[in-house]
């Protein structure tokens, strides 16, 4: 079994930045891809960005590219998302997820790969 605990979220000015980490416990002897997804009030979860198991591959949602930098250390058992030149509808909660089958050497974007999730942590975006 894998924990996953998201921290960073807050509230910042349209332009600004934030970064978010999530922590990785339990079952770590192994590594796994892992991802960002967010989900905005009313509206269903998106994929944001990835990062392979070997290699560090990472691919990101053309809404966030050039802006949002996900990295992962597995010295700490951790996942960040460096997010910049935030804009309104970058509001959302974002979640954590990782696979323990898939996206070995190439990232993975669907939610349904991942089945370790976090609880998310909340960002909003004022102008």
């Known amino acids: 079994q894998v924990q996953l605990i998201e921290s960073g979220g807050g509230t910042v000015q349209t332009g600004g930045s934030l970064t978010l980490s999530c922590a990785i416990s339990?079952?770590?002897?192994?590594?796994?891809?892992m991802a960002w997804f967010r989900q905005a009030p009313g509206k269903e979860r998106e994929f944001v960005a990835a990062?392979?198991?070997?290699?560090?591959?990472?691919i990101t949602a053309d809404t966030v590219k050039g802006r949002f930098t996900i990295s992962r250390d597995d010295a700490k058992d951790t996942l960040s998302l460096q997010m910049d030149s935030l804009k309104r509808e970058d509001t959302a909660t974002y979640y954590c997820?990782?696979?323990?089958?898939?996206?070995?050497?190439?990232?993975?974007?669907?939610?349904?790969?991942?089945?370790?999730w976090g609880q998310g942590t909340q960002v909003i975006v004022s102008s």
């Open positions: 997820a990782a696979s323990s089958q898939f996206g070995q050497v190439l990232p993975v974007r669907t939610d349904q790969e991942y089945n370790y």
């Open positions: 339990g079952e770590t002897s192994r590594s796994y891809a």
């Open positions: 990062i392979s198991w070997i290699g560090g591959r990472t």
